[in-house]
């Protein structure tokens, strides 16, 4: 009888950490992206002088894709996290996975 364990999961959890990392550096990337995109539009709005309520509007256009990022980067880092524990998995059994 066979258990059809898959090679996945009898192999090296270096692919799984290089995956992780990845994905956190995406993660990185995209809130220097939303970082440099809040500095853009602060600097735009006050270099045009914009008071009031256009600013209110700049910002409420803003805050969506703001929120998007965020949104993306936080999911990109719990992936990342995700990863990184089936990682740790993957070297605690697999010798035992192994063996079966």
């Known amino acids: 009888m066979s258990l059809d364990i898959p090679d996945w999961m009898v192999s090296d959890d270096g692919r799984v950490r290089t995956a992780a990392r990845g994905l956190r550096d995406a993660a990185d990337v995209v809130d220097d992206e939303r970082t440099g ?5 602060g600097a735009a709005a006050a270099a045009l002088g914009w008071e009031g ?13 703001q929120d998007g ?7 990109l880092r719990a992936a990342g996290d995700a990863l990184d524990g089936l990682a740790g998995a993957l070297d605690q059994h697999t010798p035992t996975l192994r063996d079966i």
């Open 69 to 75: 990022l965020r949104v993306m980067q936080e999911d």
């Open 53 to 65: 309520q256009i600013t209110d509007r700049a910002d409420e256009a803003a805050d969506p894709a």
């Open 37 to 41: 995109l809040r500095r853009t539009l």
